[in-house]
Protein backbone atom coordinates (compact mmCIF):
# COMPACT_ATOMS: atom_id res chain seq x y z
CA UNK A 1 0.00 0.00 0.00
CA UNK A 2 1.34 3.46 -0.74
CA UNK A 3 0.97 5.90 1.94
CA UNK A 4 -1.58 8.95 0.36
CA UNK A 5 1.25 11.57 -0.61
CA UNK A 6 -0.86 15.11 0.31
CA UNK A 7 1.21 17.68 -1.86
CA UNK A 8 -0.21 20.79 -0.12
CA UNK A 9 3.16 21.25 1.70
CA UNK A 10 4.73 21.64 -1.23
CA UNK A 11 2.33 23.78 -3.17
CA UNK A 12 2.51 26.32 -0.08
CA UNK A 13 6.46 26.05 -0.70
CA UNK A 14 6.35 26.66 -4.14
CA UNK A 15 3.52 29.37 -3.51
CA UNK A 16 6.01 31.35 -0.97
CA UNK A 17 8.81 30.65 -2.81
CA UNK A 18 6.73 32.31 -6.21
CA UNK A 19 5.83 35.43 -3.75
CA UNK A 20 9.21 35.97 -2.71
CA UNK A 21 10.64 38.66 -5.35
CA UNK A 22 7.25 40.77 -4.73
CA UNK A 23 8.25 40.92 -1.09
CA UNK A 24 11.70 41.88 -1.60
CA UNK A 25 10.09 44.30 -4.44
CA UNK A 26 8.11 45.38 -1.61
CA UNK A 27 10.97 46.03 0.75
CA UNK A 28 13.00 47.94 -1.84
CA UNK A 29 15.65 44.70 -1.30
CA UNK A 30 15.54 44.10 -4.99
CA UNK A 31 19.38 42.59 -4.65
CA UNK A 32 18.31 39.65 -2.75
CA UNK A 33 16.23 38.71 -6.10
CA UNK A 34 19.69 37.58 -7.93
CA UNK A 35 20.94 35.97 -4.96
CA UNK A 36 17.31 34.03 -4.34
CA UNK A 37 17.79 32.79 -8.33
CA UNK A 38 21.37 31.81 -7.53
CA UNK A 39 20.11 29.86 -4.55
CA UNK A 40 17.60 27.67 -6.86
CA UNK A 41 20.57 27.67 -9.31
CA UNK A 42 22.61 25.40 -7.03
CA UNK A 43 19.86 23.93 -5.96
CA UNK A 44 18.85 22.47 -9.31
CA UNK A 45 22.67 21.55 -9.87
CA UNK A 46 22.78 20.22 -5.91
CA UNK A 47 19.45 18.08 -7.00
CA UNK A 48 20.80 16.62 -9.58
CA UNK A 49 24.18 15.48 -8.25
CA UNK A 50 22.12 13.89 -5.44
CA UNK A 51 20.00 12.16 -8.08
CA UNK A 52 23.30 10.70 -8.98
CA UNK A 53 24.73 9.99 -5.49
CA UNK A 54 21.60 8.99 -3.30
CA UNK A 55 19.26 7.92 -6.01
CA UNK A 56 22.34 5.64 -8.42
CA UNK A 57 24.52 5.30 -5.39
CA UNK A 58 27.34 6.41 -7.47
CA UNK A 59 29.67 9.06 -5.42
CA UNK A 60 30.69 11.33 -8.36
CA UNK A 61 33.34 13.90 -8.00
CA UNK A 62 33.13 15.52 -11.32
CA UNK A 63 30.09 17.19 -11.28
CA UNK A 64 31.16 20.39 -12.43
CA UNK A 65 31.91 18.94 -15.34
CA UNK A 66 27.85 19.22 -16.32
CA UNK A 67 27.36 22.14 -14.52
CA UNK A 68 30.14 24.23 -16.23
CA UNK A 69 29.90 23.07 -19.60
CA UNK A 70 26.17 23.64 -19.59
CA UNK A 71 27.28 27.61 -19.30
CA UNK A 72 29.72 27.55 -21.82
CA UNK A 73 27.35 26.23 -24.37
CA UNK A 74 25.17 28.83 -23.64
CA UNK A 75 28.44 31.61 -23.95
CA UNK A 76 29.78 30.05 -26.52
CA UNK A 77 26.36 30.46 -28.71
CA UNK A 78 25.68 33.43 -27.27
CA UNK A 79 29.25 34.90 -28.93
CA UNK A 80 28.45 33.06 -31.91
CA UNK A 81 24.65 35.42 -32.19
CA UNK A 82 22.33 32.66 -31.28
CA UNK A 83 20.60 34.00 -28.10
CA UNK A 84 17.49 31.99 -28.45
CA UNK A 85 16.62 30.33 -24.42
CA UNK A 86 14.76 28.33 -26.64
CA UNK A 87 17.55 26.39 -28.36
CA UNK A 88 20.66 27.44 -25.96
CA UNK A 89 19.16 25.79 -23.05
CA UNK A 90 18.35 22.93 -24.45
CA UNK A 91 21.37 22.76 -26.36
CA UNK A 92 23.21 22.72 -23.26
CA UNK A 93 20.99 19.99 -21.18
CA UNK A 94 21.94 18.21 -24.43
CA UNK A 95 25.14 18.66 -24.33
CA UNK A 96 25.56 17.85 -21.07
CA UNK A 97 24.06 14.85 -21.47
CA UNK A 98 26.40 13.68 -24.00
CA UNK A 99 29.48 14.42 -21.98
CA UNK A 100 27.91 12.62 -19.24
CA UNK A 101 27.17 9.17 -21.14
CA UNK A 102 30.45 9.69 -22.79
CA UNK A 103 32.17 10.02 -19.02
CA UNK A 104 29.57 8.11 -17.28
CA UNK A 105 30.07 5.07 -20.00
CA UNK A 106 34.04 4.71 -19.38
CA UNK A 107 33.82 5.55 -15.60
CA UNK A 108 31.29 3.05 -14.55
CA UNK A 109 33.42 0.26 -15.60
CA UNK A 110 35.38 1.34 -12.23
CA UNK A 111 33.58 1.65 -8.97
CA UNK A 112 34.57 2.83 -4.99
CA UNK A 113 37.14 5.34 -5.16
CA UNK A 114 38.74 4.36 -8.31
CA UNK A 115 34.94 5.67 -9.92
CA UNK A 116 35.47 9.29 -7.83
CA UNK A 117 38.82 9.63 -9.05
CA UNK A 118 38.13 9.01 -12.52
CA UNK A 119 35.00 11.23 -12.61
CA UNK A 120 37.75 13.81 -11.05
CA UNK A 121 40.48 13.25 -13.67
CA UNK A 122 37.45 13.83 -16.43
CA UNK A 123 36.36 16.84 -14.94
CA UNK A 124 39.99 17.93 -14.40
CA UNK A 125 40.81 17.47 -17.60
CA UNK A 126 37.35 19.28 -18.93
CA UNK A 127 38.69 22.47 -16.65
CA UNK A 128 41.95 22.70 -18.70
CA UNK A 129 40.98 22.42 -21.57
CA UNK A 130 38.35 25.42 -20.89
CA UNK A 131 41.03 27.34 -19.51
CA UNK A 132 43.63 27.07 -22.69
CA UNK A 133 41.09 27.74 -25.22
CA UNK A 134 41.37 31.36 -26.28
CA UNK A 135 37.71 30.45 -27.98
CA UNK A 136 36.61 30.04 -24.54
CA UNK A 137 38.21 33.13 -23.10
CA UNK A 138 40.51 31.47 -21.01
CA UNK A 139 41.54 32.25 -17.78
CA UNK A 140 38.93 34.79 -17.88
CA UNK A 141 36.01 33.35 -18.88
CA UNK A 142 33.44 34.10 -21.34
CA UNK A 143 30.70 36.86 -20.72
CA UNK A 144 27.45 37.12 -22.20
CA UNK A 145 26.53 40.03 -23.88
CA UNK A 146 23.13 40.09 -22.17
CA UNK A 147 20.81 37.51 -21.31
CA UNK A 148 19.30 34.92 -23.27
CA UNK A 149 15.95 36.02 -24.79
CA UNK A 150 13.10 33.67 -23.74
CA UNK A 151 10.60 35.15 -25.86
CA UNK A 152 7.54 36.33 -25.13
CA UNK A 153 9.10 36.75 -21.44
CA UNK A 154 12.04 39.30 -20.68
CA UNK A 155 14.75 37.92 -18.83
CA UNK A 156 16.55 40.80 -18.51
CA UNK A 157 13.98 41.34 -15.57
CA UNK A 158 15.74 39.56 -12.47
CA UNK A 159 12.60 38.56 -11.17
CA UNK A 160 11.64 36.94 -14.15
CA UNK A 161 14.87 35.30 -14.65
CA UNK A 162 13.65 34.09 -10.98
CA UNK A 163 10.33 33.19 -11.90
CA UNK A 164 11.51 31.00 -14.95
CA UNK A 165 14.28 28.97 -12.74
CA UNK A 166 11.69 28.56 -10.22
CA UNK A 167 9.52 26.62 -12.61
CA UNK A 168 12.43 24.90 -13.78
CA UNK A 169 13.88 23.67 -10.89
CA UNK A 170 9.83 22.50 -9.36
CA UNK A 171 9.44 20.80 -12.68
CA UNK A 172 12.83 19.00 -12.38
CA UNK A 173 11.97 18.30 -8.71
CA UNK A 174 8.65 16.72 -9.89
CA UNK A 175 10.35 14.68 -13.26
CA UNK A 176 12.96 13.47 -10.71
CA UNK A 177 10.40 12.41 -7.91
CA UNK A 178 7.81 10.32 -11.39
CA UNK A 179 11.12 9.09 -11.97
CA UNK A 180 11.87 7.86 -8.78
CA UNK A 181 7.99 6.21 -8.64
CA UNK A 182 8.90 4.71 -11.67
CA UNK A 183 10.29 0.96 -12.65
CA UNK A 184 13.60 2.92 -13.14
CA UNK A 185 13.47 4.17 -10.03
CA UNK A 186 12.23 1.02 -8.36
CA UNK A 187 15.20 -0.61 -9.86
CA UNK A 188 17.73 1.62 -9.18
CA UNK A 189 16.62 1.51 -5.42
CA UNK A 190 17.59 -2.03 -5.84
CA UNK A 191 20.94 -1.38 -6.88
CA UNK A 192 22.11 0.76 -4.16
CA UNK A 193 20.48 -2.18 -1.86
CA UNK A 194 22.43 -5.22 -3.86
CA UNK A 195 23.70 -4.59 -7.60
CA UNK A 196 24.96 -8.50 -7.47
CA UNK A 197 21.10 -9.79 -6.83
CA UNK A 198 19.77 -7.30 -8.91
CA UNK A 199 22.49 -8.36 -11.81
CA UNK A 200 20.97 -12.31 -11.07
CA UNK A 201 17.93 -10.73 -11.87
CA UNK A 202 18.35 -10.08 -15.18
CA UNK A 203 18.72 -5.97 -14.32
CA UNK A 204 20.90 -4.25 -16.92
CA UNK A 205 22.86 -3.06 -14.18
CA UNK A 206 25.32 -0.96 -16.08
CA UNK A 207 22.75 0.96 -18.49
CA UNK A 208 20.72 1.44 -15.71
CA UNK A 209 23.35 3.36 -13.34
CA UNK A 210 24.44 5.08 -16.70
CA UNK A 211 21.13 6.45 -17.58
CA UNK A 212 20.90 7.86 -14.03
CA UNK A 213 24.23 9.27 -14.11
CA UNK A 214 23.16 10.93 -17.60
CA UNK A 215 19.76 12.54 -16.38
CA UNK A 216 22.31 14.21 -13.57
CA UNK A 217 24.37 15.61 -15.48
CA UNK A 218 21.88 16.55 -18.16
CA UNK A 219 20.16 18.57 -15.31
CA UNK A 220 23.22 20.01 -14.25
CA UNK A 221 23.82 21.57 -17.87
CA UNK A 222 20.29 23.13 -17.47
CA UNK A 223 21.95 24.67 -13.90
CA UNK A 224 24.77 25.58 -16.10
CA UNK A 225 23.17 27.44 -18.63
CA UNK A 226 20.99 29.08 -16.10
CA UNK A 227 23.91 30.24 -13.83
CA UNK A 228 25.81 31.50 -16.70
CA UNK A 229 22.61 33.58 -17.25
CA UNK A 230 22.40 34.84 -13.71
CA UNK A 231 26.23 36.18 -13.42
CA UNK A 232 26.58 36.83 -16.78
CA UNK A 233 29.41 34.97 -17.25
CA UNK A 234 30.90 31.43 -18.04
CA UNK A 235 33.58 30.70 -15.82
CA UNK A 236 36.28 28.44 -15.68
CA UNK A 237 35.52 28.24 -12.02
CA UNK A 238 32.55 25.94 -12.43
CA UNK A 239 34.52 23.12 -13.79
CA UNK A 240 37.24 23.24 -11.29
CA UNK A 241 37.14 20.51 -8.52
CA UNK A 242 36.30 22.34 -5.64
CA UNK A 243 33.10 23.38 -7.28
CA UNK A 244 32.52 19.13 -7.56
CA UNK A 245 33.21 19.37 -4.14
CA UNK A 246 31.28 22.19 -2.98
CA UNK A 247 28.20 20.19 -4.61
CA UNK A 248 28.79 17.38 -3.59
CA UNK A 249 29.16 19.80 -0.02
CA UNK A 250 25.73 20.77 -0.68
CA UNK A 251 23.61 17.37 -1.07
CA UNK A 252 25.89 15.94 1.93
CA UNK A 253 24.65 18.55 4.25
CA UNK A 254 20.95 18.76 2.76
CA UNK A 255 20.58 15.08 3.22
CA UNK A 256 21.87 12.20 0.54
CA UNK A 257 19.05 10.62 -1.42
CA UNK A 258 16.40 12.70 0.20
CA UNK A 259 13.71 13.63 -2.21
CA UNK A 260 14.97 17.93 -1.26
CA UNK A 261 18.18 17.21 -0.13
CA UNK A 262 19.72 19.30 -3.13
CA UNK A 263 17.36 21.77 -2.49
CA UNK A 264 17.90 22.09 1.97
CA UNK A 265 21.69 21.88 1.05
CA UNK A 266 22.14 24.96 -1.69
CA UNK A 267 19.89 26.97 0.07
CA UNK A 268 21.78 26.56 3.70
CA UNK A 269 25.37 26.63 2.23
CA UNK A 270 24.36 29.78 0.31
CA UNK A 271 22.96 31.49 2.95
CA UNK A 272 25.11 30.51 5.54
CA UNK A 273 27.87 32.22 3.15
CA UNK A 274 25.75 35.14 2.10
CA UNK A 275 24.77 36.38 6.12
CA UNK A 276 28.61 35.41 7.18
CA UNK A 277 29.64 37.25 4.28
CA UNK A 278 27.75 40.43 6.39
CA UNK A 279 29.82 40.07 9.33
CA UNK A 280 33.09 38.83 8.17
CA UNK A 281 35.61 38.70 5.10
CA UNK A 282 36.57 35.04 6.57
CA UNK A 283 32.89 33.67 6.33
CA UNK A 284 34.54 30.27 4.74
CA UNK A 285 36.67 29.78 8.35
CA UNK A 286 33.04 29.63 10.20
CA UNK A 287 31.62 27.35 7.65
CA UNK A 288 34.28 24.65 7.54
CA UNK A 289 33.78 25.03 11.44
CA UNK A 290 30.45 23.99 11.13
CA UNK A 291 30.90 21.03 8.21
CA UNK A 292 33.57 19.72 10.72
CA UNK A 293 30.33 20.12 13.70
CA UNK A 294 27.85 18.30 11.30
CA UNK A 295 30.44 15.73 10.94
CA UNK A 296 31.45 15.00 14.16
CA UNK A 297 28.08 15.77 15.92
CA UNK A 298 25.11 14.70 13.19
CA UNK A 299 26.60 11.65 11.38
CA UNK A 300 23.72 10.90 9.53
CA UNK A 301 23.74 14.38 7.93
CA UNK A 302 21.31 17.42 9.27
CA UNK A 303 18.40 16.30 7.59
CA UNK A 304 19.07 12.88 9.48
CA UNK A 305 18.98 14.46 12.87
CA UNK A 306 15.54 15.91 11.62
CA UNK A 307 14.23 12.78 10.37
CA UNK A 308 15.79 10.20 11.64
CA UNK A 309 16.14 8.24 8.44
CA UNK A 310 18.26 8.27 5.78
CA UNK B 1 66.67 20.55 -29.24
CA UNK B 2 68.88 17.91 -27.28
CA UNK B 3 69.49 20.49 -24.79
CA UNK B 4 66.25 21.68 -24.00
CA UNK B 5 65.10 17.65 -24.13
CA UNK B 6 67.24 17.48 -21.31
CA UNK B 7 66.53 20.54 -19.59
CA UNK B 8 63.21 19.60 -19.30
CA UNK B 9 63.78 16.19 -18.44
CA UNK B 10 65.61 17.72 -15.46
CA UNK B 11 62.41 19.60 -14.74
CA UNK B 12 60.01 16.85 -14.70
CA UNK B 13 62.43 14.41 -12.49
CA UNK B 14 62.77 17.67 -10.02
CA UNK B 15 58.63 18.08 -9.87
CA UNK B 16 58.23 14.72 -10.58
CA UNK B 17 60.22 14.01 -6.99
CA UNK B 18 58.42 16.34 -5.20
CA UNK B 19 55.07 15.55 -6.29
CA UNK B 20 56.21 12.15 -4.93
CA UNK B 21 57.22 13.41 -1.55
CA UNK B 22 53.10 14.48 -1.35
CA UNK B 23 52.44 11.07 -3.08
CA UNK B 24 54.06 9.11 -0.33
CA UNK B 25 51.81 9.90 2.86
CA UNK B 26 48.82 10.44 0.95
CA UNK B 27 48.93 7.04 -0.97
CA UNK B 28 49.68 5.72 2.72
CA UNK B 29 46.41 7.08 4.28
CA UNK B 30 44.34 6.22 1.16
CA UNK B 31 45.52 2.69 1.20
CA UNK B 32 45.94 1.56 4.34
CA UNK B 33 42.99 3.67 6.24
CA UNK B 34 41.00 3.65 2.61
CA UNK B 35 40.20 7.25 3.37
CA UNK B 36 40.20 10.13 1.05
CA UNK B 37 41.88 13.34 2.38
CA UNK B 38 41.55 16.30 0.80
CA UNK B 39 43.51 18.45 3.26
CA UNK B 40 46.98 16.75 2.17
CA UNK B 41 47.45 19.96 -0.50
CA UNK B 42 46.78 22.36 2.63
CA UNK B 43 49.55 20.65 4.62
CA UNK B 44 51.21 21.39 1.51
CA UNK B 45 50.21 25.11 1.60
CA UNK B 46 50.71 25.73 5.45
CA UNK B 47 54.02 24.21 5.55
CA UNK B 48 55.19 26.56 3.10
CA UNK B 49 54.14 29.23 4.63
CA UNK B 50 55.29 28.32 7.87
CA UNK B 51 58.62 27.93 6.16
CA UNK B 52 58.26 31.58 4.52
CA UNK B 53 57.93 33.11 7.64
CA UNK B 54 60.53 31.24 9.97
CA UNK B 55 63.09 31.91 6.78
CA UNK B 56 61.79 35.27 6.85
CA UNK B 57 61.93 35.85 10.42
CA UNK B 58 65.23 33.77 10.84
CA UNK B 59 67.14 34.84 7.89
CA UNK B 60 68.02 31.30 7.61
CA UNK B 61 66.39 28.93 4.90
CA UNK B 62 67.67 26.00 6.23
CA UNK B 63 66.07 26.98 9.83
CA UNK B 64 62.83 27.81 7.97
CA UNK B 65 62.45 24.45 6.23
CA UNK B 66 63.43 22.14 9.52
CA UNK B 67 61.29 24.43 11.50
CA UNK B 68 57.95 23.94 9.01
CA UNK B 69 58.85 19.94 9.04
CA UNK B 70 58.46 19.73 12.69
CA UNK B 71 55.52 22.23 12.97
CA UNK B 72 53.76 20.31 10.27
CA UNK B 73 54.63 16.68 12.05
CA UNK B 74 53.21 17.86 15.00
CA UNK B 75 50.02 19.35 13.54
CA UNK B 76 49.57 16.31 11.24
CA UNK B 77 49.94 14.22 14.44
CA UNK B 78 47.16 16.67 16.28
CA UNK B 79 45.22 16.43 13.09
CA UNK B 80 45.26 12.79 12.74
CA UNK B 81 44.59 11.97 16.77
CA UNK B 82 41.70 14.76 17.18
CA UNK B 83 39.64 14.42 13.92
CA UNK B 84 40.79 12.23 11.16
CA UNK B 85 40.95 8.61 13.06
CA UNK B 86 37.22 9.37 13.60
CA UNK B 87 37.26 9.25 10.06
CA UNK B 88 38.41 5.83 8.93
CA UNK B 89 35.50 4.03 9.61
CA UNK B 90 33.05 6.49 7.72
CA UNK B 91 31.89 6.47 4.54
CA UNK B 92 33.82 8.04 1.47
CA UNK B 93 31.22 10.63 1.36
CA UNK B 94 32.24 12.10 5.19
CA UNK B 95 35.21 12.00 4.57
CA UNK B 96 35.19 14.36 1.36
CA UNK B 97 32.75 16.82 3.49
CA UNK B 98 35.31 16.75 6.50
CA UNK B 99 38.39 17.04 4.56
CA UNK B 100 36.94 19.68 2.40
CA UNK B 101 35.98 21.55 5.48
CA UNK B 102 39.43 21.30 6.81
CA UNK B 103 40.33 22.42 3.53
CA UNK B 104 38.38 25.78 3.87
CA UNK B 105 40.04 26.22 7.34
CA UNK B 106 43.21 25.77 6.15
CA UNK B 107 42.72 28.50 3.28
CA UNK B 108 41.12 30.77 5.67
CA UNK B 109 43.49 30.57 8.66
CA UNK B 110 46.20 31.37 6.22
CA UNK B 111 44.47 34.56 5.19
CA UNK B 112 44.27 35.65 8.88
CA UNK B 113 47.50 34.73 10.22
CA UNK B 114 49.86 36.16 7.00
CA UNK B 115 46.80 38.00 4.64
CA UNK B 116 46.09 37.51 1.07
CA UNK B 117 49.28 38.18 -0.90
CA UNK B 118 52.17 35.56 -1.31
CA UNK B 119 55.00 35.36 0.47
CA UNK B 120 58.44 35.52 -0.30
CA UNK B 121 60.52 32.88 -0.27
CA UNK B 122 64.26 32.79 -1.66
CA UNK B 123 66.14 30.43 -2.50
CA UNK B 124 69.59 30.10 -0.18
CA UNK B 125 71.78 32.87 -1.78
CA UNK B 126 74.84 30.06 -2.18
CA UNK B 127 72.65 28.26 -4.69
CA UNK B 128 70.96 31.52 -5.99
CA UNK B 129 72.61 30.92 -9.34
CA UNK B 130 73.05 28.74 -12.65
CA UNK B 131 76.12 26.09 -12.40
CA UNK B 132 77.31 24.15 -15.66
CA UNK B 133 76.76 20.62 -16.25
CA UNK B 134 76.11 17.99 -19.24
CA UNK B 135 77.14 21.03 -20.85
CA UNK B 136 74.61 23.68 -20.33
CA UNK B 137 73.95 25.62 -17.42
CA UNK B 138 70.96 24.80 -15.25
CA UNK B 139 70.45 26.53 -11.87
CA UNK B 140 71.49 24.97 -8.83
CA UNK B 141 68.92 25.59 -6.95
CA UNK B 142 66.71 22.77 -8.85
CA UNK B 143 69.74 20.49 -8.94
CA UNK B 144 69.30 20.96 -4.79
CA UNK B 145 65.61 19.67 -4.83
CA UNK B 146 66.63 16.68 -7.36
CA UNK B 147 68.90 16.17 -4.64
CA UNK B 148 66.78 16.35 -1.70
CA UNK B 149 64.28 14.48 -3.41
CA UNK B 150 66.44 11.40 -4.40
CA UNK B 151 67.77 11.35 -0.67
CA UNK B 152 64.18 11.12 0.73
CA UNK B 153 62.81 8.27 -1.57
CA UNK B 154 66.04 6.38 -0.38
CA UNK B 155 65.12 6.82 2.73
CA UNK B 156 62.08 6.01 2.22
CA UNK B 157 62.37 3.13 0.57
CA UNK B 158 64.71 1.78 3.29
CA UNK B 159 62.77 2.63 5.77
CA UNK B 160 59.46 0.77 3.81
CA UNK B 161 61.13 -1.94 3.05
CA UNK B 162 64.43 -2.91 5.27
CA UNK B 163 63.08 -1.61 9.01
CA UNK B 164 60.50 -3.70 11.10
CA UNK B 165 58.46 -0.50 11.02
CA UNK B 166 58.26 -0.57 7.74
CA UNK B 167 57.20 -4.42 7.51
CA UNK B 168 54.27 -3.09 9.73
CA UNK B 169 53.34 -0.50 7.09
CA UNK B 170 53.58 -2.91 4.30
CA UNK B 171 51.35 -5.44 6.66
CA UNK B 172 48.53 -2.67 6.86
CA UNK B 173 48.66 -1.94 3.48
CA UNK B 174 48.19 -5.24 1.99
CA UNK B 175 45.51 -6.04 4.70
CA UNK B 176 44.76 -3.98 7.31
CA UNK B 177 42.64 -6.57 9.06
CA UNK B 178 45.07 -9.34 9.69
CA UNK B 179 47.77 -7.11 10.48
CA UNK B 180 45.87 -6.17 13.29
CA UNK B 181 44.77 -9.48 14.41
CA UNK B 182 48.67 -9.95 14.05
CA UNK B 183 48.81 -7.56 16.85
CA UNK B 184 50.35 -4.34 15.02
CA UNK B 185 49.19 -1.33 16.45
CA UNK B 186 47.80 0.29 13.04
CA UNK B 187 46.26 2.82 14.92
CA UNK B 188 49.38 4.21 17.13
CA UNK B 189 51.53 3.05 13.60
CA UNK B 190 48.87 5.57 11.65
CA UNK B 191 49.71 8.70 14.14
CA UNK B 192 52.90 8.28 13.01
CA UNK B 193 52.72 7.89 9.58
CA UNK B 194 50.47 10.86 9.47
CA UNK B 195 53.02 12.96 11.31
CA UNK B 196 55.33 11.64 8.53
CA UNK B 197 53.48 12.42 5.94
CA UNK B 198 52.78 16.02 7.13
CA UNK B 199 56.27 16.75 7.39
CA UNK B 200 57.00 15.49 3.87
CA UNK B 201 54.38 18.04 2.68
CA UNK B 202 55.98 20.87 4.32
CA UNK B 203 59.80 19.49 2.87
CA UNK B 204 57.85 19.60 -0.73
CA UNK B 205 56.21 23.21 0.33
CA UNK B 206 59.12 25.16 1.36
CA UNK B 207 61.24 22.90 -1.41
CA UNK B 208 59.08 24.33 -4.10
CA UNK B 209 58.08 28.00 -2.53
CA UNK B 210 61.26 29.71 -4.37
CA UNK B 211 60.31 28.22 -7.50
CA UNK B 212 55.97 28.94 -7.33
CA UNK B 213 54.70 31.17 -5.34
CA UNK B 214 53.57 30.85 -1.83
CA UNK B 215 49.98 31.38 -1.52
CA UNK B 216 46.35 30.85 -0.30
CA UNK B 217 45.30 27.55 -2.43
CA UNK B 218 48.38 26.81 -3.51
CA UNK B 219 47.64 22.83 -2.40
CA UNK B 220 44.65 22.42 -4.08
CA UNK B 221 46.02 22.16 -7.66
CA UNK B 222 48.88 19.51 -6.86
CA UNK B 223 46.73 17.67 -4.51
CA UNK B 224 44.68 16.68 -7.67
CA UNK B 225 48.26 15.63 -9.47
CA UNK B 226 49.04 13.71 -5.89
CA UNK B 227 46.12 11.66 -6.60
CA UNK B 228 46.80 11.27 -9.81
CA UNK B 229 49.77 9.93 -8.87
CA UNK B 230 48.40 7.27 -6.42
CA UNK B 231 46.02 5.87 -8.78
CA UNK B 232 48.64 5.63 -11.66
CA UNK B 233 51.20 3.89 -9.24
CA UNK B 234 48.84 1.62 -7.12
CA UNK B 235 46.77 2.96 -4.31
CA UNK B 236 48.74 1.92 -1.31
CA UNK B 237 52.25 1.06 -2.61
CA UNK B 238 55.39 3.79 -1.98
CA UNK B 239 57.14 2.27 -5.12
CA UNK B 240 54.42 3.07 -7.26
CA UNK B 241 53.89 6.50 -5.86
CA UNK B 242 57.26 7.00 -7.04
CA UNK B 243 57.31 5.38 -10.35
CA UNK B 244 53.60 7.18 -10.86
CA UNK B 245 55.17 10.42 -9.65
CA UNK B 246 58.57 10.61 -11.84
CA UNK B 247 55.99 9.79 -14.96
CA UNK B 248 53.53 12.89 -14.13
CA UNK B 249 56.38 14.72 -13.30
CA UNK B 250 57.97 13.83 -16.92
CA UNK B 251 54.94 13.58 -19.34
CA UNK B 252 53.28 16.81 -17.73
CA UNK B 253 56.82 19.02 -18.22
CA UNK B 254 57.76 17.34 -21.55
CA UNK B 255 54.30 17.97 -22.94
CA UNK B 256 54.03 21.24 -22.09
CA UNK B 257 57.50 21.86 -23.34
CA UNK B 258 57.48 19.68 -26.57
CA UNK B 259 53.86 18.93 -27.77
CA UNK B 260 53.33 22.23 -29.40
CA UNK B 261 56.17 22.28 -31.30
CA UNK B 262 55.40 18.55 -32.20
CA UNK B 263 51.87 19.97 -33.65
CA UNK B 264 53.41 22.44 -35.02
CA UNK B 265 55.23 20.40 -37.20
CA UNK B 266 52.23 17.92 -38.38
CA UNK B 267 49.24 20.55 -38.51
CA UNK B 268 48.91 24.33 -39.18
CA UNK B 269 50.12 26.95 -36.58
CA UNK B 270 47.08 27.90 -35.98
CA UNK B 271 45.41 24.69 -35.22
CA UNK B 272 48.64 23.79 -32.85
CA UNK B 273 48.51 27.26 -31.22
CA UNK B 274 44.70 26.35 -30.10
CA UNK B 275 45.33 22.55 -29.72
CA UNK B 276 49.12 22.72 -28.09
CA UNK B 277 48.19 24.03 -24.89
CA UNK B 278 44.65 22.06 -23.96
CA UNK B 279 46.31 18.41 -25.02
CA UNK B 280 49.31 19.37 -23.00
CA UNK B 281 47.44 20.44 -20.09
CA UNK B 282 45.14 17.12 -19.81
CA UNK B 283 48.23 14.55 -20.88
CA UNK B 284 48.65 13.28 -17.34
CA UNK B 285 44.53 12.67 -16.86
CA UNK B 286 44.29 10.81 -19.96
CA UNK B 287 47.00 9.01 -19.07
CA UNK B 288 44.78 8.45 -15.23
CA UNK B 289 41.89 7.70 -17.21
CA UNK B 290 43.46 5.02 -19.53
CA UNK B 291 45.00 3.33 -16.53
CA UNK B 292 42.05 3.29 -14.71
CA UNK B 293 40.12 1.81 -17.78
CA UNK B 294 42.96 -1.15 -18.31
CA UNK B 295 44.81 -1.60 -15.58
CA UNK B 296 42.63 -0.50 -12.55
CA UNK B 297 44.92 -1.28 -9.44
CA UNK B 298 47.63 0.99 -10.67
CA UNK B 299 51.10 -0.12 -11.52
CA UNK B 300 52.19 -1.48 -8.46
CA UNK B 301 49.09 -2.94 -6.46
CA UNK B 302 49.92 -2.63 -3.08
CA UNK B 303 46.22 -4.90 -1.49
CA UNK B 304 46.40 -8.37 -1.17
Same mark, same amino acid.
Given at each position: ??????????????????? #??????????????????????????????????? /????????????????? /?????????????????????????????????????????? /????????????????????????????? @?????????? #?????????????????????????????????????????????????? /???????????????????????????????????????????????????????????????????????????????????????????????? @???????????? | ??????????????? =??????????????????????????????????????????????????? =?????????????????????????????????????????????????????????????????????????????????????????????????????????????????????????????????????????? =???????????????????????????????????????????? =????????????????????????????????????????????????????????
Amino acid at each position: MKPRHTALPEIALLAAAGA #LPLLLQAWGEEFYIGFATRMLIFALAATSLNFIVG /YGGMVAFGHAAFFGSGA /YVVALLMAAGITSAWLSWPLALAAAALLALLIGALSLRTRGV /YFIMITLAFAQMLYYITVSLQVAGGDDGL @PLARRSSLAP #LDLGNDATLYWVTLGLLAASLYGLRRLADSRFGKALAGLRQNAPRMEALG /YPVRPLQLACFVIGGALAGLAGALLANQNGLASPNLLYWKQSGMLLVMVILGGVGLRYGGVAGAVMLLGLEEMLGLYTAHGHLYIGLFLLGVVLFA @PQGLAGLALRRR | MTQLILEQMLNGLQF =GLMLFLLAAGLTLVFGIMDMINLSHGSLYMVGAYLGAALAQASGSFLLGLA =GAMAGLALIGMLLEISLLRRLYQRDHLTQVLATFALILIANETVLLLWGPQPLLLNAPTALAGPVEILGFSYPAYRLLIIAVGLLVAALLYWLVSRTRTGMWVRAGAANRVMAEALGIDVRRLFTGIFALGAALCALA =GVMLGPLLAVQVGMGENILILAFVVIVIGGIGSIRGALVGSLLV =GLVDTLGRALLPTVLRAIASPEVAGHLGPALASIMIYLLMAAMLFWRPEGLFPARS
